[in-house]
Nanobody, 125 residues
Framework: QVQLIESGGGKVQAGDSLKLSCTAP????????MAWFRQAPGKERQFAAA????????NYAESVKGRFTIYRDNDKNTVYLLMESLKPEDTAVYYC??????????????????WGQGTQVTVSS
C-alpha cells in the first residue's frame, strides 16, 4: 500500500504561518504531480494547490493564491505547502495527493491516485 505521510499541521492564530510537508515513496513521487487538498467539517474536499514533477507548472485555488506556496524537493521526495496570513476559514484537514504520470496540475480530486491520511490545521481568530 502506497503511503503518503503528511506532517506540520497544528493550531495557530489568524495571521500566523504553517508549513505542511508530505513525503511519498520515491517511485511514486518521481512520476507524480503532487497536490494539497483540504476538507472543512461538513464540506466537500477542495483543491488548494498542485505542482508538476518538474515544478514548472503550478496551480492554486483562488482562495489561497498569494498566501500559500507549494514547492517540492525531488531529492527528498517531499512536497511542501507554506501557508501564510492564515485565516479562520483555512481551518480544515489538509490532504496530500499524488497523480501518477500526469503532466498537468489537476484541480479535481478524482484525478489523483494516492492520498495521505490528512493533517489538521486549525486557525483561530
Amino acid at each position: 500500500q502506497v503511503q503518503l505521510i503528511e506532517s506540520g499541521g497544528g493550531k495557530v492564530q489568524a495571521g500566523d504561518s504553517l508549513k505542511l510537508s508530505c513525503t511519498a515513496p520515491e517511485d511514486i513521487f518521481s512520476l507524480s504531480t503532487m497536490a494539497w487538498f483540504r476538507q472543512a467539517p461538513g464540506k466537500e474536499r477542495q483543491f488548494a494547490a498542485a505542482i508538476t514533477r518538474s515544478g514548472r507548472l503550478i496551480n492554486y485555488a483562488e482562495s489561497v493564491k498569494g498566501r500559500f506556496t507549494i514547492y517540492r524537493d525531488n531529492d527528498k521526495n517531499t512536497v511542501y505547502l507554506l501557508m501564510e496570513s492564515l485565516k479562520p476559514e483555512d481551518t480544515a484537514v489538509y490532504y496530500c495527493a499524488a497523480d501518477v504520470d500526469s503532466g498537468y496540475p489537476d484541480l479535481g480530486p478524482s484525478g489523483y491516485d494516492y492520498w495521505g491520511q490528512g493533517t489538521q490545521v486549525t486557525v483561530s481568530s
